[in-house]
């Protein structure tokens, strides 16, 4: 129930940074945007239909394709998205409060690829979809075979195209730099709480580094049987995982204990299991 609760606080915080990030930052300073949201802006530039409710129309059309040729359960987790991001977006369009304050676009794209990055890494954790193109591309991969991000590339491709038309070159280059920072912060919140250092450990004191690991600085320690390439003799590699703020220490250990050690570290972007996911016995 309570991890239920927190998906729930996810998708909800999610849809309203996005929601956010558009209204108040992008569309304000005639920064371009691709997926549902990029559709939504072209077709209110040439028939002046409200934004959020282009976006809201698209993403109940594209709910009901997902709901019946992908089944209940892909829908029900692009549910709470695809009803609750065009009213939140509705609500940060007609609140004056949250326009004008910010008319510095290269200040605003940056921020804005931020909250769009943040956002979506809080649906994705959560299990859920954001819904809109999302399902349309997973459709097609389905029927058809074509990769997702071959179809997501050419759908947002052509609603830039489109914002192109008119926008002038400043602007477009603003939103490509927005696209980029978000699929980085997108990146950094999948991966945050759980990116730790993998520390790999060739020495003939493996027993030494081993029992300090363990039992100097609490962290667990796996042997791995290897062979010396040059004198095919029998040794262990000793592999551990860790947080940044034991390697330091660590590292510096295993020089006094063995100074020819050789020494491989390298980043983590997940780890799961006993001690990390799972309580240690």
């Keep these: 129930m309570k991890q239920k609760l ?16 558009l209204s108040t930052l992008l569309l304000e300073n005639h920064i371009i945007a691709g997926g549902v949201s990029g559709i939504g802006i072209v077709l209110n530039h040439y028939f002046g239909i409200s934004i959020s409710m282009c976006v809201a129309m698209i993403n109940v059309l594209l709910f009901g394709l997902g709901f019946l040729f992908l089944g209940k359960v892909f829908a029900m ?3 709470i998205s695809t009803f609750l991001f065009p009213l939140v977006l509705e609500f940060f369009e007609s609140q ?5 304050y910010l008319n510095d676009p290269l200040l605003a794209c940056i921020i804005a690829g931020v909250f769009i990055g943040v956002g979506i890494g809080l649906i994705l954790k959560a299990n859920a979809s954001t819904g809109g193109v999302d399902i349309l591309a997973i459709l097609f991969n389905k029927k058809l075979g074509i990769p997702v991000h071959v179809i997501l590339n050419g759908i947002d491709l052509t609603v830039l195209i489109f914002q192109i038309s008119f926008n002038d070159p400043t602007h477009v280059i603003y939103g490509i730099v927005t696209v980029m920072i978000t699929s980085v912060m997108l990146n950094k919140t999948l991966t945050t709480g759980t990116s730790l250092m ?7 004191q493996y027993e030494m580094i081993k029992e300090m690991i363990l039992h100097d600085q609490d962290a667990g320690v796996t042997l791995l049987a290897s062979e010396k390439g040059y004198t095919a003799e029998s040794s262990k ?6 947080p940044y703020r034991k390697l330091p220490a660590i590292k510096e ?7 020819l050690a050789f020494i491989i570290v390298s980043h ?10 799972l309580e240690r016995k």
């Design 253 to 259: 250990k295993i020089i006094q204990i063995d100074p």
């Design 6 to 21: 927190l998906h729930i606080i996810y998708i909800v915080l999610g849809n309203v940074l996005i929601a956010f990030a």
């Design 268 to 277: 983590v972007d997940e780890v799961g299991g006993k001690g990390f996911t």
């Design 198 to 204: 993998q520390l790999l450990v060739m020495s003939d």
């Design 96 to 100: 004056s409060f949250f326009h004008h």
């Design 237 to 242: 590699l000793v592999l551990s995982v860790l």
């Design 77 to 79: 987790t692009t549910l």
